[in-house]
Nanobody
């Protein structure tokens, strides 16, 4: 499966962005989807994941009150709604697909990755 992430940009602190991840190539609804982020000089960090059906979600504890993951299997798209953004949210955000359909928080559990979309939050 090929993944294409988009929706990043420059936003002021307190603002919102919605990231999208469009999948192509194989049956999107079979995959769990995850979002990770990586700031300069830091390791890749788990953000959120959603099961193949969308019935289960999983968040990094520090982000669950501000970020929401969702998916539309009819559109082969996963989303990450980010609200109340802070400068420390600045990072490249990556979407990933896991072929067992099970939510996971570890990068090595994911089988396919999209390119990053850069989010910059100004203070």
């Amino acid at each position: 499966v090929q993944l294409q992430a988009s929706g990043g940009g420059l936003v002021q602190a307190g603002g919102s962005l919605r990231l999208s991840c469009v999948a192509s190539g194989r049956t999107f609804s079979a995959y769990a989807m995850g979002w990770f982020r990586q700031a300069p000089g830091k390791e890749r960090e788990f953000v959120a994941a959603i099961s193949s059906s969308g019935g289960a979600t999983y968040y990094a504890a520090s982000l669950k009150d501000r970020f929401t993951i969702s998916r539309d299997n009819a559109k082969n798209t996963a989303y990450l709604q980010m609200n109340s953004l802070k400068p420390e949210d600045t990072a490249a955000y990556y979407c990933a697909a896991e072929d067992q359909g099970i939510v996971a928080g570890i990068p090595s559990e994911y089988d396919y990755w999209g390119q990053g979309t850069l989010v910059t939050v100004s203070s």
